[in-house]
């Protein structure tokens, strides 16, 4: 691994295991003071609503909860081509999300703190509001590290469809990216997490659908975008599915062109527009290829310019036979 992925790892996975030490420290130093079932879930007024959990069941959750979403930021971020942008993104996301569970876990401790018994414990709703500014400063603090981390390659401005590669007759050549979303990423994340939650907490009937939304905000938020002899194909996800491919003999042209995802496409993910529609899954460069049928289809992802001037010479090849 090298520097700059070292450096990305440590800042994503730090606030986790930060948030994991400060829990566990203030675990052992109250102790005895705690009761053996500690109450985990309160209604709207601050008590206890459900069946409680063992010390040791509550331990090790904490450290599971910790540990395992710190491992699930530290692959999204390692496993995507993130910009800049995305990798703030992403940070801010995993140093608020664990600012938020590691002040309302450890604030449930103290709501438990000298009670008789778990039906005694009580968590006053302000507590909430507390754990939601901790969120933030921690969120804060994630923006500020991110520039220790050495940003991605500076992405190129753009072609206008004219740049071709020089080919030998009968050479082959082929060109391939991966790109993501580190706010798409942050997102899914955060919703798989809270559908673990609404099941465990809430209701096993919502969970189930909140997990299954946070699924499929990871299938969108990265992709592997190539370009060879069949056209042009994007594979969304770690499975590679689903699919979008835009075949040689339905491209016209292809170029290297900059689009704001809110602006041109309306958001971010698959998008259908009159006349377009895309993967876009962030603002910045994108290849664009025009169809000819007079549609355009434009997937965001660096060295976009490299990818058009080869779908060009492709499309050039098959049109001379």
């Known amino acids: ?3 700059a992925r070292m450096r990305l790892a440590t800042v994503t996975v730090a606030p986790f295991l930060l ?3 400060v829990h566990l420290t203030v675990f052992l130093a109250l102790g005895d003071r705690l009761p053996d079932s500690l109450a985990g879930h309160f209604d709207l007024s601050g008590d206890a609503d459900r069946a409680p959990l063992s010390r040791t069941v509550s331990l090790v959750g904490a450290v599971v909860l ?3 979403t710190g491992a699930l930021w530290v692959v999204a971020a390692l496993g995507g081509a993130l910009t800049a942008r995305g990798v703030k993104g992403l940070t801010a996301g995993g140093w608020a999300l664990s600012g938020l569970l590691g002040y309302a876990l450890t604030a449930t401790l103290y709501a438990n703190l000298d009670a008789a018994d778990s039906s005694a414990a009580h968590f006053p709703p302000w507590q909430l509001g507390v754990a939601v500014a901790v969120a933030l400063a921690a969120a804060g603090v994630g923006l500020l590290l991110t520039r220790f981390v050495p940003d991605p390659a500076l992405e190129p401005t753009g072609d206008d469809g004219t740049d071709r590669i020089d080919l030998a007759d009968g050479e082959l050549a082929g060109w391939s990216r991966r790109t993501g979303s580190g706010a798409l ?5 955060v919703t798989l997490v809270a559908g673990v939650f609404v099941a465990a907490l809430v209701s096993w009937r919502y969970g189930p659908v909140v997990f299954v939304i946070g699924l499929l905000a990871l299938v969108f938020a990265s992709a592997h975008v190539s370009v060879d002899r069949h056209g042009l194909t994007v594979a ?9 491919r835009v075949p040689l003999d339905a491209v016209e042209t292809a170029s290297s062109r900059r689009i704001n995802a809110v ?3 309306g958001g971010w993910g698959y998008r259908i527009r009159h006349k377009r529609t895309g993967v876009v899954l962030r603002s910045g460069e994108a290849i664009v290829v025009r169809r000819t049928n007079g549609r355009e289809f434009a997937v965001t992802v660096a060295d976009s310019a490299t990818a058009a001037a080869l779908l060009n010479t492709l499309v050039d090849r098959r049109k001379r036979g």
Do not use: E, K, T
């Not at 990423?185 to 994340?189: E, F, P, Q, R």
């Open 1 to 3: 691994m090298n520097q």
């Open 19 to 21: 948030a994991l030490v």
């Open 66 to 68: 910790f540990a395992g």
């Open 185 to 189: 990423l942050a997102v899914g994340l």
């Open 236 to 244: 969304m996800g770690a499975l590679s599915w689903p699919r979008v």
């Open 263 to 265: 602006a041109d496409y």
